[in-house]
């Protein structure tokens, strides 16, 4: 599975937009970047998965450059709520007999009023 | 929205006893695993399961675990020999497919005495 390499923590204020940075050099072929979201005490939860390019949902934005060696979670106009710890994991999907996702350290956001 | 749900929340047990650990997936999902998280640290894989047997497990997933769907809708973790270093948060999740979006149960808090 690639390594991946995201900023061990952010700080940011109410309102603002919040870009964590993921960084993925030996990410193969048919590798997928996908983040999730932790709270205190709780299960990850799924925010977005991409292979290329730009992926928007609800939530966020997912940028993944042309060499697909890094890739930016964009949070729009963070709240309070979105303090927690983003992960950065990086696999194959689909099919048979290939390895499960593994978390990193993540990056923990602290979103200040 | 769909959930998985763990019980119990949370368990207390001795070292030495065994304890299983009960999740249900969402029900139309094939992939189901399930992490641990030591309080503090990072999640760490242990176990993803389908067709009916373990897919890929982990070097912690050593023989006092083992993992079960006894039925159609539960899954279970098994740890035969609990040690102290067994005391963490345990997340089962479930997917569609392998590594596309996991849905993370709520956890439970094991602690080994």
């Known amino acids: 599975l690639a390594k991946t390499t995201q900023p061990i923590s952010m700080d940011s204020y109410e309102g603002q937009e919040v870009n964590i940075t993921c960084s993925h050099n030996?990410?193969?072929?048919?590798?997928?970047i996908t983040w999730y979201q932790q709270f205190p005490s709780q299960g990850p939860r799924f925010i977005i998965q991409?292979?290329?390019t730009k992926v928007t949902n609800e939530v966020a934005s997912l940028f993944i450059p042309a060499d697909r060696k890094s890739s930016t979670l964009s949070l729009p106009r963070v709240s309070l709520s979105d303090t927690a710890v983003y992960y950065c994991l990086v696999g194959t999907k689909g099919g048979t007999g290939r390895r499960a996702l593994t978390f990193g350290s993540g990056t923990r956001l602290q979103v200040q009023p | 929205e769909p959930e998985v749900t763990q019980t119990p929340s949370h368990q207390v047990t001795q070292m030495g006893q065994e304890v299983i650990l009960r999740c249900v997936p969402i029900?139309?999902?094939?992939?189901f695993y399930w992490y641990r998280q030591i309080l503090g640290q990072k999640v760490e894989f242990l176990v993803s399961f389908y067709n009916n047997e373990i897919s890929e497990k982990s070097e912690i997933f050593d023989d006092q675990f083992s993992v079960e769907r006894p039925d159609g809708s539960n899954f279970t973790l098994k740890i035969r020999s609990t040690k102290l270093e067994d005391s963490a948060m345990y997340f089962c999740a479930s997917s569609d497919q392998l590594n596309t979006e996991a849905f993370f149960g709520q956890g439970t808090r094991l602690t080994v005495v």
């Open positions: 991409g292979y290329k």
């Open positions: 030996n990410i193969a072929t048919n590798d997928y």
């Open positions: 029900s139309n999902h094939l992939y």
